[in-house]
C-alpha cells in the first residue's frame, strides 16, 4: 500500500489542486490585472516578444522610470497565451495548471522526508491553503506560482541521485531553474540560502563529496549576486523604495530599531493568522488594516509576540537539525520567509496573501514527518476524522475566495467586509462608486480613507467601520466628522471637499458641499 501512494500521492494532489479551483475559470481580468496585462505592450501584441526583457512587469521601459517589479518570463507566458485568446479563461486555466503542479511538487518532496501518508497530507493541506486563491484567481498572481514552481524543479534536480555527467547536467538545470523561478518573480531570490542550508546540513552529517552538496548553492548564488549586480546598476529597477514613496501601505518603511523589530514580527504573526484561520482575507493588506506595534503590550503586540513564537520554533528546529540531522526544513522555512518578510528589504505591501506561496511550501515539507506520525499512530482515526472535516472547511473557503475574485466589484466588496480599515482598498472602492455614477458612497470612501492616512500611524478603529453594516448612507454621510473622530470637524469636511474638486471629483465634492451646508442648518436650529 505504501508504495502506491507513494507514487501516487503528487498526483492526488494535482488532481485535487485542479479541481478545487475550476470555479475561478469563470473569473475576469481584476485588479492588477489589467495593468499587467491589457495595458502591457508585449501582452496585447503592440511589441515584439523580446521586449518582455527590456520592459518591467507593468509595461513600461526600465529605463523611464522606477519600478520595484521585473519579471520578463511571467510577462511572456502572458503575452504567448493572449495571442491565442484574449478571453481570461486561459490566463487562469494556466494559473490552475501550475498551481497543481507546484502541489504535486511539494508533495514530492514532502515524501523525501515523511511517509507517503505524511507526504499526502502535507500536500493536500498546501493545496487547500485559502490564503493561496491570489495566487491562482489572480492572472497576475502567477508570477508568485511559476517562481515557486520553477524553484522546486531546482530543488528536485539537486536532491535526485546522480553521478558523472548526470550530475552536472543537473545542477546546471537547477541553477537555469533558479533563473528562470527569479525571471518570473523576485520574492524566490534567496534560494540559494535555502540550499545552502540544506547542503551544510548534508555536509555536516553525510560528510561525503562536500563539494558536490553545496555546489548547486553555490551556482544559484552566482546567480542570484549577477541578478542583483544587474538590478543594482538600473536606477529603475532599484530593490528598495524611492525617496519619494509615501508609506501608505508598507509602514515598516522609515522604522528602525524595536520599532521595526517588532513590526516585522508582527506581520509574520498576521501571515501566520490567516494563513490558519483564514477568515479575514483581503486583495492587500495595508495601512490602516494593519499597523506595526509600538510595544511589547500595546496594539498589534500579539501578533509581535505569534510572530517571535514561530521563529524561536523555525530556530529549534535550526539547532535539532545541526545536532542530529532531523528537520532543518523549518529553519528552510524561515530563510524562504525572510524576503517577503521585509528582513532584508523593504516591499511596497506590508502583507500580501500572494507572498505566502513561497515559506508555506517549505512549511508544508517540514511538517510533513510529524503528519505521518500521526497518521500512522494510535489515534490516527480520529486525527483522519478532524483532519477530512477542516480540509474540507478549507475547500469550502478556497471556493467561496475563488469567487470573490470574479470582477473587481465582488473583489473589493468581499475585502471591505473583511478588512474594512484597509486605506488601498478604500480607495480603490471610492473610484469604483466614483466611475459608477454613485457619488455618494463615493465620497463616504473617500472621507474614510482621508481619516485613516491623518491618523497614520496611530491604529484606526473608529465607529464609521461598524456603522456601514448598522446606518444608512444618508445618516452615516452627516455624521462623518462624528463617526471617523476627526478633531475638526468642519475644518475635516472643507479639507475633503477641496481636495475632491482639486482631482476633479466634482460629483463628490458637491456631495460633501451639501453635508457641510446640512450640518450648519442643524447647527443654526440648536438653541
Not at 534536480?157 to 552536472?168: D, K, Q
Request: with cysteine; net charge positive.
Amino acid at each position: 500500500m505504501s508504495a502506491p501512494l507513494s507514487r501516487l500521492g503528487p498526483w492526488v494532489v494535482f488532481f485535487v489542486a485542479a479541481v478545487i479551483y475550476l470555479p475561478a475559470l469563470g473569473g475576469d481580468y481584476v485588479f492588477d490585472d489589467r495593468k499587467a496585462l491589457l495595458e502591457h505592450p508585449v501582452v496585447m501584441g503592440e511589441a515584439v516578444l523580446w521586449e518582455t526583457f527590456v520592459r518591467e512587469f507593468w509595461g513600461q521601459r526600465v529605463d523611464e522610470g522606477w519600478s520595484s517589479s521585473y519579471r520578463p518570463i511571467t510577462t511572456l507566458t502572458f503575452a504567448i497565451e493572449q495571442r491565442l485568446t484574449p478571453a481570461p479563461w486561459l490566463h487562469l486555466a494556466v494559473n490552475i495548471l501550475f498551481y497543481a503542479v507546484t502541489c504535486a511538487l511539494v508533495t514530492r518532496a514532502a515524501r523525501r522526508v515523511a511517509s507517503p501518508a505524511g507526504a499526502l497530507a502535507a500536500g493536500l493541506a498546501f493545496a487547500l491553503l485559502p490564503i493561496h486563491v491570489e495566487n491562482v484567481a489572480s492572472i497576475v498572481g502567477r508570477a508568485d506560482t511559476l517562481a515557486v514552481l520553477a524553484c522546486l524543479v531546482a530543488y528536485e534536480l539537486t536532491v535526485i541521485p546522480a553521478h558523472g555527467w548526470r550530475w552536472v547536467a543537473c545542477v546546471f538545470g537547477a541553477t537555469l531553474a533558479y533563473a528562470v523561478g527569479l525571471l518570473s518573480k523576485e520574492t524566490v531570490a534567496l534560494f540559494p540560502a535555502v540550499l545552502a542550508w540544506l547542503g551544510g546540513l548534508a555536509v555536516l552529517h553525510e560528510r561525503p563529496r562536500p563539494w558536490a552538496k553545496l555546489l548547486p548553492a553555490i551556482t544559484t548564488g552566482l546567480v542570484g549576486l549577477a541578478y542583483l549586480g544587474a538590478r543594482a546598476r538600473l536606477e529603475a529597477l532599484s530593490l528598495g523604495l524611492p525617496d519619494n514613496f509615501v508609506p501608505g501601505q508598507n509602514q515598516l518603511d522609515g522604522l528602525s530599531g524595536w520599532p521595526r523589530l517588532l513590526g516585522n514580527l508582527a506581520a509574520l504573526g498576521h501571515y501566520v493568522e490567516i494563513t490558519l484561520v483564514p477568515l479575514r482575507l483581503c486583495v492587500e493588506h495595508t495601512y490602516a488594516d494593519i499597523v506595526p506595534p509600538t510595544s511589547l503590550w500595546g496594539a498589534g503586540a500579539a501578533h509581535a509576540w505569534l510572530g517571535f513564537f514561530l521563529i524561536f520554533l523555525a530556530l529549534l528546529d535550526g539547532v535539532r537539525a545541526v545536532r542530529d540531522r532531523r528537520g532543518g526544513y523549518g529553519m528552510a522555512a524561515l530563510l524562504a520567509y525572510a524576503l517577503v518578510g521585509h528582513w532584508v528589504i523593504p516591499l511596497v505591501v506590508i502583507v500580501a496573501e500572494r507572498l505566502a506561496l513561497w515559506p508555506t511550501a517549505w512549511l508544508a515539507i517540514a511538517l510533513a514527518p510529524a503528519l505521518g506520525r500521526l497518521l500512522s499512530g494510535p489515534s490516527r482515526r480520529y486525527f483522519i476524522a478532524g483532519g477530512s472535516v477542516v480540509l474540507a472547511l478549507m475547500t469550502t473557503r478556497v471556493v467561496v475566495r475563488s469567487l470573490d475574485w470574479r470582477n473587481n466589484e465582488t473583489l473589493i466588496g468581499s475585502s471591505l467586509r473583511m478588512c474594512p480599515a484597509t486605506v488601498h482598498t478604500r480607495v480603490q472602492r471610492a473610484h469604483q462608486a466614483k466611475e459608477a455614477g454613485r457619488a455618494k458612497e463615493a465620497a463616504w470612501h473617500f472621507a474614510v480613507a482621508a481619516a485613516a492616512r491623518q491618523r497614520f500611524p496611530a491604529p484606526f478603529d473608529v465607529p464609521a467601520l461598524e456603522a456601514e453594516r448598522t446606518m444608512p448612507l444618508e445618516e452615516r454621510l452627516l455624521a462623518i466628522p462624528e463617526l471617523l473622530e476627526v478633531e475638526h470637524p468642519t475644518g475635516f469636511l472643507v479639507g475633503l471637499r477641496n481636495y475632491l474638486a482639486s482631482q476633479g471629483a466634482h460629483a463628490e465634492a458637491a456631495v460633501v458641499e451639501r453635508v457641510l451646508q446640512a450640518r450648519a442648518t442643524l447647527q443654526r436650529r440648536v438653541p
